[in-house]
T-cell receptor
Framework: AQSVTQLGSHVSVSEGALVLLRCNYS??????LFWYVQYPNQGLQLLLK??????LVKGINGFEAEFKKSETSFHLTKPSAHMSDAAEYFC??????????????FGTGTQLKVEL | DARVTQTPRHKVTEMGQEVTMRCQPI?????VFWYRQTMMQGLELLAY????????DSGMPKDRFSAEMPDATLATLKIQPSEPRDSAVYFC????????????FGEGSRLTVL
């Protein structure tokens, strides 16, 4: 079964510091991996996705993630945190289901706090 | 600006009452998902439709929950009777149904059952 594990339910960084949010996956086949962001009282929106093309994936708002097969990881980074990055971040893996199509299985989320 | 629309945004009801949540997926999307979000369980997949047919509702308590897509522009999630443990934010998401495709989420329906 395909799944993702997010290490650290809460991460706090200073404004301007590096953001690193960790995600490890478990999959018996090459996975399709996603990072979503959820701002307070809103739905999730896609930050970036890995679909077996380039291993370094760039997303919106300056975020990027690197797929590392040897480490089964897909960590999310941003060189310099901004106050507006404070949100909850979810890693997800896509898997096919009977009948066609796919569904996303989400990690437990990491709440990012950005301090002055 | 295409978006997934969910109603109601907030609902407070008493235990035992019926609750219906509605979702209008983005036009042209052929997959619709219902997720439930709580502090304790995180995001749980409740039901999944492809071309309006239910494909996976294994995450849904069958005795009280039901999900339908009467047409391509409307998905419904019904709870009858509701219980306090159903209090959560319910999200609808739609997509094109490909393994590499993203999901577009609505803003959620926050349900409180007293």
């Amino acid at each position: 079964a395909q799944s993702v594990t997010q290490l650290g339910s809460h991460v706090s960084v200073s404004e301007g510091a590096l953001v690193l949010l960790r995600c490890n996956y478990s999959s018996s086949v090459p996975p399709y991996l996603f990072w979503y962001v959820q701002y307070p009282n809103q739905g999730l929106q896609l930050l970036l996705k890995y679909t077996s093309a380039a291993t370094l994936v760039k997303g919106i708002n300056g975020f990027e993630a690197e797929f590392k097969k040897s480490e089964t990881s897909f960590h999310l980074t941003k060189p310099s945190a901004h106050m507006s990055d404070a949100a909850e971040y979810f890693c997800a893996v896509s898997r096919s289901i009977t009948g066609g199509g796919n569904k996303l299985t989400f990690g437990t989320g990491t709440q990012l706090k950005v301090e002055l | 600006d295409a978006r997934v629309t969910q109603t109601p945004r907030h609902k407070v009801t008493e235990m035992g009452q019926e609750v219906t949540m509605r979702c209008q997926p983005i036009l042209g999307h052929n997959t619709v998902f219902w997720y439930r979000q709580t502090m304790m369980q995180g995001l749980e997949l409740l039901a999944y439709f492809r071309n309006r047919a239910p494909l996976d509702d294994s995450g849904m308590p069958k005795d009280r929950f039901s999900a339908e897509m009467p047409d391509a522009t409307l998905a419904t999630l019904k709870i009858q009777p509701s219980e306090p443990r159903d209090s959560a934010v319910y999200f609808c998401a739609s997509g094109f149904g490909t393994s590499t495709g993203e999901l577009f989420f609505g803003e959620g329906s926050r349900l409180t059952v007293l």
